[in-house]
T-cell receptor, first 115, second 112 residues
Framework: KAGVTQTPRYLIKTRGQQVTLSCSPI?????VSWYQQTPGQGLQFLFE?????QRNKGNFPGRFSGRQFSNSRSEMNVSTLELGDSALYLC???WGPGGANTEAFFGQGTRLTVV | GDSVTQMEGPVTLSEEAFLTINCTYT??????LFWYVQYPGEGLQLLLK?????DKGSNKGFEATYRKETTSFHLEKGSVQVSDSAVYFC???????????FGQGTRLTINP
């Protein structure tokens, strides 16, 4: 069974541009979460989607947005990029919306560099 | 809000040494607790988990016990190998929410 697939793996953008990252969850999984990983702040939760609805949102500015499609694939968008947005963006999928025995499976991430 | 604190790294050990990575948490409810491992250039892999007090999670020789009284979930391994070199993250999630709160990570290097 294929794992969580994130595309692209690497991306270089210029300040002020916008970017869209994609995440394809494991087949049958309906929940997708996004995380930002930086050396300074560590791993921080961005948002979670289940059945096309955003269920939770982290403490990030409105420039960060996401959506989930009917096939559970998810995209996140960052507008007006800043140097500080350079990070590894990780997507995680799980079967359900959470709970004691719901395991999250992570993709390899998209490395975004803003210059 | 919820938070996780891990012992600061990096940690360097010799092969076959005993490993402990400390993790304590703060949470308002009764969270599930996890240890994730990240190898270079990779995403996170779940190493083990515990969902209620006194549960012991174990996998690949690693163990951690959910201690509610000390709000801790320390990771241990009796004999580490070079292949265990990675970054280890302690995390919690509130039941019913697919939102993980991570510690800052501990970089572990095992020398042959």
């Amino acid at each position: 069974k294929a794992g969580v697939t994130q595309t692209p793996r690497y991306l270089i953008k210029t300040r002020g541009q916008q970017v869209t990252l994609s995440c394809s969850p494991i087949s049958g999984h309906r929940s997708v979460s996004w995380y930002q990983q930086t050396p300074g702040q560590g791993l921080q939760f961005l948002f979670e989607y289940f059945s096309e609805t955003q269920r939770n949102k982290g403490n990030f500015p409105g420039r960060f947005s996401g959506r989930q499609f009917s096939n559970s694939r998810s995209e996140m968008n960052v507008s007006t990029l800043e140097l500080g947005d350079s990070a590894l963006y990780l997507c995680a999928s799980s079967w359900g919306p959470g709970g004691a025995n719901t395991e999250a499976f992570f993709g390899q991430g998209t490395r975004l560099t803003v210059v | 809000g919820d938070s996780v604190t891990q012992m600061e790294g990096p940690v360097t050990l010799s092969e076959e040494a005993f490993l402990t990575i400390n993790c304590t948490y703060t949470a308002t409810g009764y969270p599930s607790l996890f240890w994730y491992v990240q190898y270079p250039g990779e995403g996170l892999q779940l190493l083990l988990k515990a969902t209620k007090a006194d549960d012991k999670g174990s996998n690949k020789g690693f163990e951690a016990t959910y201690r509610k009284e000390t709000t801790s979930f320390h990771l241990e391994k009796g004999s580490v190998q070079v292949s265990d070199s990675a970054v280890y993250f302690c995390a919690l999630s509130d039941k019913g929410a697919q939102k993980l709160v991570f510690g800052q990570g501990t970089r572990l290097t095992i020398n042959p």
